[in-house]
């Protein structure tokens, strides 16, 4: 009785983290994305602070990195005498950041480096605590958390670097940026408004106008004034709209990409939880026939058998929930630390649990704890009151066992279809995403329906090598593992998920790094390759410099923007050098198109991408209209067609002049060159890294074989917060393997005290355990790969068009096996050694 | 294998006490048992329900330790031995048959019996094997699963895997406590055949009358003291003696 009663709070405990990991994520994912939004919100709101009105060019669309065409500055003088306005300014916008001994300051994992050109007051958000903004050319403000990270200070001389190349400046104070506590891993540096101007190619001109109103003005008030005396081409917006709407603009990508990623690993956490507290109370309800007979007996009726099984959920599942959303605290901490050490530093401070976050949380959680008790709740009813008195009653048979394999079978090609859907077919992305996320969970549900069938056989060949290790305990853990095959199927199940994932996540990524190095063997004729770090686009002065240094033969860089096409969706334009750019790389043509074709790349000309001509119904003799953010316009013919999946994707090749009838920038998305023969190639190298990165120390200039390994390492920074966030349900399977096998034990007690009564030592005991589990996290394991595997394949296949190949990382496939071995040794530790204590005598007499 | 002792005896217990708990809660379950047991022989041990009897049958046999006095088995005295020691005597030199049988369900009829072999990490000797299967009659059931065999059935097999191991002696607690009469007799029979085909030696702890009377040798306990000894007991007698105890 007291064994049993330390049993049931040991199950209860262990049932209970099934859920409350997973409960945990949730919670912690509201809590990190919230904090997220919180300094953002922040950030702009300190941005905006001293400003009413915010004047700037108006935008036909949003596009990623694209230049909008600047304002006249002499519109500043215009809005001044707008009555009502008490101090008005223009400012330039740019990306550039502070050199300090030939090093690029970077900002914090993708966050920007950014420029913005001194304010008057009001209108200034820095606050100096050292020195003064910037009064004199060549003078410039640094936000704290900079000067602190370069180590500069008031008076050092630095370097600037801007789209002119790096000016000398001096740094003549150093700013808090108002309350906001941290600039999400920006860097900011501030000149003064006419060197900004003359450094970022903007001479009379402004990147907006920042208006302060009159006391007793509103805001609202004179944005209507000013609005009424704009030109055409610009806006007026509060100083508060403005900040919303910034702030919503990053708002919206965390809560449609950041928390939706981290909410469905939480959901995969839970889906392995469900598994577990699905299997434990299947194993308890077939242990307590002879209590729930009794219960019959004494006329207990079957729905209050049925509440007695879901009563123990529901307490599970809220006490566990309950934990899990406070614990939400502690792992959104351990998310912040995970991105962190992978190169993906989130901002922001100040942790709190929202009412929004508990009440989901816990939702989630009690409902996921009753919803998979439920099945094992309703066969308890099923019990006879029979069952109370006959010795090794069993349960009956679900009526509709014998339907198992088909409907697993539908279920798994459900599954299967609704993957392929999601991936080949139209419609909203969100909605095709879900419909991928069901299917797979349809899939796995289905292999752990009927994971028992390959238990025995599975069993068998993961027993032999230990029953040739240790014949006794190698025999009996197979035994043992077979024996219930449903039970150690669904427990190896739990680790399936995670497994399958990681194993997907894996193939897949080795397929993605395949086929980018690929296309890069295949397309770059060059040598050496510069990008802006960050990927950001950089000077164009950059192409000169590569050009200047003795030995480059050719360089030829390429402009980046996107466009609207024909007035309706969005493509990428890319503005290329002609004469240039096949030296350095190279597309594949479609039809009889040849590198010829560039010699005919006048400025109305133009090559379009496979996808989009398909998308667009576009080809070769068709022409176009093209139009910027700003709203310039222009019309192209297509004198070819080309494919390539990987770098000029999804768009348009034009001239730079033809570029430039649209596009107000110079800047650059890519730059290549190539060596010249016979020159020592690494001294050319060398001599290409010093010049460019002097220069224009925003780059960066990589071989091809370096170029490959960035990208490369890249993917693995991925893959490790990838990985990180399946551990979890990794874990989360290691604790049901732990609880089966002391459901196990228990049940198998009288059986130990005889084993160990005819000669089985503690260490075969504990070996037979280990061995036990081990078997049930083999399985799972190989499960996982199987289906791992499955998905890549499937996945692959429906992008073969976006050139991802299918690729099986072996040595890391046979890793994750060992792992899945590891797993067992862990989840038999306890087991095992609960198993070794028990007293012989008590064994043998345990009822 | 078996290493005779002088006197044949191949269990013997001396001066045993046993004592659970302490202080004021403390129980004597034996007072001081010195009972010796020679080989090839069946001995029952008996007496009412608190006399001792499944506690002796526990210290004799190395599954409990007494609070004071020594148990040897085949010549090795089994205070000195530490639990994994104890555990390989057993292996070696004990076999167990159980009221309950305990047979491992998901093994057959023949993999039961060769567990102790298994666990040894020894070859079964196929002939040897036949000879036990046969021997408790259940040559045409070795690929049954104790499920699908009766009781009776049930106890032969655990019988043969008592026997299998050539241990020095076996000890049956009840073994026909969970078998209907006609049944316990074959029981008791198979017994008394291994004593004297086999020339093992069986020490038996029973209550029931007619399964002491098919012993050689009847030892009697009250109260933790042996009161009785006495060879080739009828039923009759039995039964006085033990109506006499209570």
């Known amino acids: 009785m007291w064994r049993g009663m330390l049993t049931r709070k040991l199950r209860s405990a262990l049932t209970a983290i099934a859920i409350l990991l997973g409960v945990a994520m949730i919670s912690g994912t509201f809590v990190l994305t919230d904090q997220i939004t919180r300094t953002f919100d922040e950030i702009f709101a300190t941005s905006y602070k001293g400003i009413d009105v915010v004047v700037s060019p108006k935008q036909a669309f949003e596009a ?11 519109l500043v003088d215009t809005i001044r005498n707008v009555p009502g306005v008490a101090v008005a300014s223009g400012q330039i916008e740019g990306t550039g950041s502070l050199v300090v001994d030939g090093e690029f300051v970077e900002p914090a994992g993708g966050a920007p480096p950014l420029v913005f050109s001194a304010l008057p007051d009001p209108l200034s958000p820095g606050e100096y605590v050292e020195g003064h903004a910037p009064a004199r050319s060549g003078e410039v403000g640094v936000d704290s958390n900079t000067a602190d990270k370069a180590d500069v200070t008031v008076g050092q001389r630095v370097g600037l670097a801007t789209r002119t190349g790096v000016q000398p400046v001096t740094v003549s104070g150093v700013f808090k940026f108002g309350e906001a506590s941290s600039l999400a891993g920006a860097t900011i540096v501030v000149p003064t408004f006419a060197d900004a101007q003359r450094w970022f ?8 106008i920042l208006v302060a109103a009159q006391d007793g003005v509103s805001a609202a008030e004179l944005t209507r004034r000013v609005a009424a005396v704009l030109p055409a081409n610009a806006e007026a917006r509060t ?12 708002t919206d990508q965390i809560n449609s990409f950041l928390r939706p990623a981290l909410l469905a690993f939480a959901g995969v956490a839970l889906l392995v939880g469900a598994f577990i507290i699905f299997n434990t109370f299947s194993i308890t309800v077939a242990q307590r026939l002879r209590e729930l007979g009794m219960l019959r007996t004494l006329g207990a009726t079957r729905r209050q058998v049925m509440w007695s099984v879901v009563g123990e959920a529901l307490l599970v599942g809220a006490v566990a929930s309950a934990i899990g959303t406070a614990s939400g605290l502690l792992f959104a901490k351990l998310l912040l630390v995970a991105f962190d050490a992978a190169g993906f530093p989130i901002p922001g401070s100040g942790v709190t649990l929202e009412a929004r976050t508990v009440v989901i949380a816990l939702a989630v959680g009690i409902v996921v704890s009753v919803l998979s008790a439920l099945l094992p709740a309703v066969r308890a009813t099923r019990v006879p009151p029979i069952a109370a008195i006959r010795e090794g009653a069993v349960l009956p048979r679900p009526r509709f066992a014998r339907f198992t394999p088909a409907v697993a079978a539908l279920f798994a090609a459900g599954g299967l279809a609704l993957v392929v859907q999601g991936l080949v077919g139209e419609g909203d992305a969100t909605q095709r995403l879900l419909g991928m996320a069901l299917g797979a969970v349809l899939v796995f549900v289905a292999v752990g329906m009927v994971a028992r069938f390959v238990v025995r056989p599975l069993a068998r060949l993961i027993g032999w090598p230990m029953e040739r290790l ?33 194993v997907f996540v894996a193939v897949f990524a080795d397929g993605l790094k395949a086929s980018i190095t690929g296309a890069i063997d295949e397309s770059f004729r060059g040598d050496i390759v510069v990008t802006g770090k960050n990927f950001l686009p950089f000077p164009a002065g950059a192409q000169d410099t590569l050009r200047s240094v003795p030995g480059v033969e050719v360089a030829s860089g390429v402009r980046f923007d996107q466009a609207r096409i024909d007035g309706t969706g969005k493509k990428n334009v890319y503005g290329v050098d002609p004469a240039t750019l096949p030296r350095v790389f190279g597309i594949e043509w479609k039809g009889d198109g040849t590198d010829a074709l560039y010699g005919r790349l006048a400025p109305d000309a133009a090559f379009v991408e496979d996808k989009a001509a398909s998308s667009r119904g576009l080809d070769v003799g ?6 910027s953010p700003s709203g310039t316009s222009a019309r192209f013919r297509i004198i070819g067609r080309y494919e390539d999946p990987t770098f000029a994707t999804d768009g348009f090749i034009v001239s730079y002049a033809g570029f430039a009838r649209v596009f107000r920038g110079t800047d650059l998305g890519f730059l290549a060159a190539k060596i010249a023969d016979g020159g020592d190639a690494a001294a050319v190298e060398e001599r290409a890294k010093d010049a460019v990165s002097k220069a224009y120390p925003s780059t960066d200039v990589r071989t091809n074989r370096e170029y490959k390994e960035e990208i490369e390492s890249r993917i693995d920074g991925l893959l490790f917060v990838l990985y990180a966030l399946l551990a979890m349900s990794v874990i989360i399977s290691i604790f049901g393997i732990v609880n089966t096998l002391v459901l196990s034990i228990t049940e198998r007690t009288r059986e130990i005290g005889m084993l160990r009564a005819i000669g089985v030592t503690r260490r075969q005991l504990r070996r037979m355990v280990r061995f036990e589990s081990v078997i049930t996290s083999v399985i799972g394991g190989v499960l996982g790969l199987a289906v791992g595997v499955l998905f890549a394949y499937v996945m692959t296949k429906g992008l073969e068009d976006e050139g991802i190949t299918f690729s099986v990382p072996e040595v890391q496939l046979g890793v994750f096996l060992v792992l ?13 050694r609960r198993a070794a204590r028990l007293r012989v005598l008590d064994a043998i007499h345990y009822e | 294998m078996q290493q005779a002792t002088s006197n044949g005896t191949v269990v013997a217990a001396a001066a045993v006490t046993r004592r659970y708990g302490s202080g004021d809660a403390a129980v004597d379950a034996l007072r001081g048992v010195t009972v010796n047991f020679p080989r090839g022989q069946f001995a029952s041990v008996m007496g009412p329900s608190g006399s001792g009897k499944s506690t002796l049958l526990h210290i004799l046999s190395g599954l409990d330790a007494p609070t004071s006095g020594s148990v040897t088995i085949d010549g090795v005295a089994l205070q000195k031995l530490d639990d994994r020691a104890l555990t390989l005597l057993r292996r070696k030199k004990v076999g167990f048959i159980f009221q309950s049988f ?7 009829a023949e993999e039961n019996v060769e567990l102790p072999l298994t666990i040894a990490g020894e070859k079964a000797d196929p002939e040897w094997i036949d000879e036990v299967m046969a021997s408790v009659g259940l040559d045409d059931r070795r690929r049954h699963r104790p499920s699908e065999l009766s009781g009776g059935q049930q106890q032969r097999v655990a019988i043969a895997r008592a026997l299998v191991s050539r241990p020095a002696v076996v000890f049956a607690d009840e073994p026909t406590g969970n078998l209907d009469t006609r049944t316990g007799a074959e029981i008791l029979d198979l017994l008394h055949r291994s004593v004297a085909d086999l020339g093992q030696t069986v020490v038996m702890v029973t209550h029931d009358a007619r399964a002491a009377a098919a012993s050689d040798r009847v030892v009697f306990l009250q109260d933790g003291r042996v009161v009785q000894d006495k060879p080739g007991m009828q039923v009759g007698e039995v039964l006085d003696t033990i109506r006499s105890l209570e």
């Open chain 1, 64 to 74: 990623e990195f694209s230049e909008i065409d600047p304002l006249d500055e002499s």
């Open chain 1, 201 to 208: 190619d903007r001479e009379g001109r402004t990147s907006s």
């Open chain 1, 239 to 250: 100083g508060q709209q403005s900040a919303e709407e910034d702030a919503e603009e990053i």
């Open chain 1, 470 to 502: 240790s014949a006794g305990a190698g025999r009996l853990a197979r035994e043992n593992a077979s024996r219930n095959p449903a039970r150690t199927a669904v427990t190896a199940s739990a680790l399936m998920i995670g497994v399958g994932l990681v």
């Open chain 1, 622 to 627: 068709d022409a176009f209209t093209a139009t």
């Open chain 1, 820 to 832: 899945a071995v590891v797993v067992g040794v862990l989840a038999a530790v306890l087991p095992a």
């Open chain 2, 102 to 108: 305990n047979l491992l369900p998901m093994l057959s």
